[in-house]
T-cell receptor, first 114, second 112 residues
Framework: DAGVIQSPRHEVTEMGQEVTLRCKPI?????LFWYRQTMMRGLELLIY????????DSGMPEDRFSAKMPNASFSTLKIQPSEPRDSAVYFC????????????FGSGTRLTVV | SQQGEEDPQALSIQEGENATMNCSYK?????LQWYRQNSGRGLVHLIL?????REKHSGRLRVTLDTSKKSSSLLITASRAADTASYFC????????????FGKGTTLSVSS
């Protein structure tokens, strides 16, 4: 398996633009997670899905953020409109279960909003 | 909210020395996991220890868990320059359906 695949690896966008981050989890993993990493706040859970259904989105900062998982092999995280404070590394991870096994992380998307 | 806190924040050692990192947490857990992150990369799962286990080994890694003190330690023996990375503990709280909560990590630097 190629692991968790995220795209793009880097994204630079202007404030106010829409940004879409993409993730392909490991086949057979039932849980998918979106985390955001910054120096100040560390790794924060944004949202996670179980069997394609959003379970906990309490970490999503505000209505500008939305996430979807239309099928078991694809998820998106969208920010509209983007702001400079959204600059961070966004990680997608997948796991066979929510927290009873280890997570496999993607390489991340480094987002810079100018 | 931060469940796990690693200590120290940064650690510098020489190759061949042992490195010990600690993690404290606040609420009861089902398991605790350790991850490594090399600069500019994603996190890699190292080891998982369940709440009914006290010690676990994997190669040069040794993890202990003390649920009475709500703490865990990660020991890397005979460190190598390639061990240079950030190390994170993550806790799975004892509540069904709750995702892992990560600490802020310990940055380990191993010089040759």
């Amino acid at each position: 398996d190629a692991g968790v695949i995220q795209s793009p690896r880097h994204e630079v966008t202007e404030m106010g633009q829409e940004v879409t981050l993409r993730c392909k989890p490991i086949s057979g993993h039932n849980s998918l997670f979106w985390y955001r990493q910054t120096m100040m706040r560390g790794l924060e859970l944004l949202i996670y899905f179980n069997n394609n259904v959003p379970i906990d989105d309490s970490g999503m900062p505000e209505d500008r953020f939305s996430a979807k998982m239309p099928n078991a092999s694809f998820s998106t995280l969208k920010i509209q409109p983007s702001e400079p404070r959204d600059s961070a590394v966004y990680f997608c991870a997948s796991s066979p279960q929510v927290s009873r096994e280890g997570y496999t992380f993607g390489s991340g998307t480094r987002l810079t909003v100018v | 909210s931060q469940q796990g806190e690693e200590d120290p924040q940064a650690l510098s050692i020489q190759e061949g020395e042992n490195a010990t990192m600690n993690c404290s947490y606040k609420t009861s857990i089902n398991n605790l996991q350790w991850y490594r992150q090399n600069s500019g990369r994603g996190l890699v799962h190292l080891i998982l220890i369940r709440s009914n286990e006290r010690e676990k080994h994997s190669g040069r890694l040794r993890v202990t868990l003390d649920t009475s003190k709500k703490s865990s330690s990660l020991l890397i023996t005979a460190s190598r320059a390639a061990d240079t990375a950030s190390y994170f503990c993550a806790t799975a709280v004892n509540q069904a359906g709750t995702a892992l909560i990560f600490g802020k990590g310990t940055t380990l630097s191993v010089s040759s």
